[in-house]
């Protein structure tokens, strides 16, 4: 039983949590890291993930106050940035962060219409560090910079967190890399006395 159950126990969580401590140190507190891939986990074991990456350090939400997270397929269902943010407008007491890909505008005019439209977290989700760069400067050049927070994620590997929080990132969202992280090696061995 202690190798079926507790080794696989310890394992996983322990390979999450270091993996989640690993992107918190290069992150130098220069940006906040977060992990939200744990939602898209065997409902067994989300648990267990949500607890080993917050004991890494990484949070397991962009933002710790109540808020309305709007992913591209809101925005596609709604038509656009500018109509999903709409949708939730009268949701005054919520942080509405929204996710921007470039796929109905040019992905600057995508974050200045959120902007725009009452976004307080611009999610640049396409993982490509250039589209973050881009949005950054623009929203810079707008003098709209300080305005909102801007996350970033999409294959994020743990190494590329200095750039990112370099590029403008407040927040940078981890997945695959924190989630399937190697299992801690654990063995259990009955030795004879």
Known sequence: MGEDILIGIIAKASGVATAARKAVNVARGKTRVVCGAWKKMPIEIKDLLREAILIGGVGIRLVDKPFIYIDKNYVRMFGGIRQALEAVKYLYDRVKAVQVRGEFKDI????????????????????????????????????????????????VKIEQVPEIAEKGADIVDIGKEIIDAPLLDLKLDVLRE
């Open 108 to 155: 600057t005019e995508e974050a200045l219409e959120a902007l725009r439209y009452g976004a307080d977290i611009i999610m640049v989700d396409t993982g490509n560090i250039k589209d973050l760069e881009r949005v950054c400067k623009t929203l810079e050049k707008a003098g709209l910079r300080n305005n909102v927070q801007i996350a970033f994620g999409g294959n």
